[in-house]
T-cell receptor
Framework: QKEVEQNSGPLSVPEGAIASLNCTYS??????FFWYRQYSGKSPELIMS????GDKEDGRFTAQLNKASQYVSLLIRDSQPSDSATYLC????????????FGKGTTLSVSS | DVKVTQSSRYLVKRTGEKVFLECVQD?????MFWYRQDPGLGLRLIYF???????EKGDIPEGYSVSREKKERFSLILESASTNQTSMYLC???????????FGPGTRLTVT
């Protein structure tokens, strides 16, 4: 089983819709979870972090964490064409200090 | 804002050359990381450092070494560049808590 799994996509949504991006992880004791956005040809940019079960909202973005199901998601409300990018899920490796394990990313395409 | 800079955006080297990639951060972060990113393989950790002169191997350290003589600077060294080291190299830095990592712009290295 891969340590951090994401559907590669592409996930296509119309402008104004809600985009839902999902991520599962294998290490049950992981405590820190992150979402990065990466535009084509650019480096990853941190957009959300979440550490506790439940929802965390920041503007149009909501991160959701369910540790019992080992599942973390990112919702993007009122999707815009500028949200078209690859979204990377990252999980802190509990046994190795500060290192993160990254999923391979989900490509989101928002059409106008 | 966190600022992570990398010495070059694009680099072309010949097989067998020794290659130095440098990364500098301005946030006094304890931890610094080197990744490579390849299509279909995602982000893979090469080495990381949690303190000056301290280093830990990541998932793919073979063919690479690192140096951290000052807290703000972390160098990746390709001892003898090979064509399979053609890739995007990304440096990141982060603190011990909350473990968020911030990326530099990346160096696209081509080895011919």
């Amino acid at each position: 089983q891969k340590e951090v799994e994401q559907n590669s996509g592409p996930l296509s949504v119309p402008e104004g819709a809600i985009a839902s991006l999902n991520c599962t992880y294998s290490d049950r004791v992981s405590q820190s979870f992150f979402w990065y956005r990466q535009y084509s040809g650019k480096s990853p940019e941190l957009i959300m972090s979440i550490y506790s079960n439940g929802d965390k909202e920041d503007g149009r973005f909501t991160a959701q964490l369910n540790k019992a199901s080992q599942y973390v998601s990112l919702l993007i409300r009122d999707s815009q064409p500028s949200d078209s990018a690859t979204y990377l899920c990252a999980v802190r490796k509990s046994e190795a200090g500060t290192a993160l394990i990254f999923g391979k990313g989900t490509t989101l395409s928002v059409s106008s | 804002d966190v600022k992570v800079t990398q010495s070059s955006r694009y680099l072309v080297k010949r097989t067998g050359e020794k290659v130095f990639l440098e990364c500098v951060q301005d946030m006094d972060h304890e931890n610094m990381f080197w990744y490579r990113q390849d299509p279909g393989l995602g982000l893979r950790l090469i080495y990381f450092s949690y303190d000056v002169k301290m280093k830990e191997k990541g998932d793919i350290p073979e063919g690479y070494s690192v140096s951290r003589e000052k807290k703000e600077r972390f160098s990746l060294i390709l001892e003898s560049a090979s064509t399979n080291q053609t890739s995007m190299y990304l440096c990141a830095s982060g603190s011990d808590s909350p473990y968020e990592q911030y990326f530099g712009p990346g160096t696209r290295l081509t080895v011919t």
